[in-house]
């Protein structure tokens, strides 16, 4: 089965989000017709990367 351009943009959308990079950004690049768009595909993966880093800034103080 070949894979479509959109299954492609949806897995680099979360490839990104698990970079850390932020949902405007990711929507912009990829030309997402929003943000909300970007973060239905990454939202497991957002929420996770805020708790990361919420979880480090406590750390770090």
């Known amino acids: 089965r070949a894979l479509s351009s959109h299954s492609l943009r ?3 959308t979360q490839d ?4 850390g990079e932020d949902g405007v950004g990711i929507a912009q ?3 997402w017709s929003s943000p909300s768009t970007a973060l239905r595909y990454g939202r497991k993966l957002a929420a996770r990367s805020n708790v990361a ?5 406590k750390i770090r103080g």
């Open 10 to 12: 949806v897995g680099l």
């Open 16 to 19: 990104l989000f698990a970079a």
């Open 29 to 31: 690049a990829l030309r």
């Open 53 to 57: 880093a919420r979880v480090l800034s």
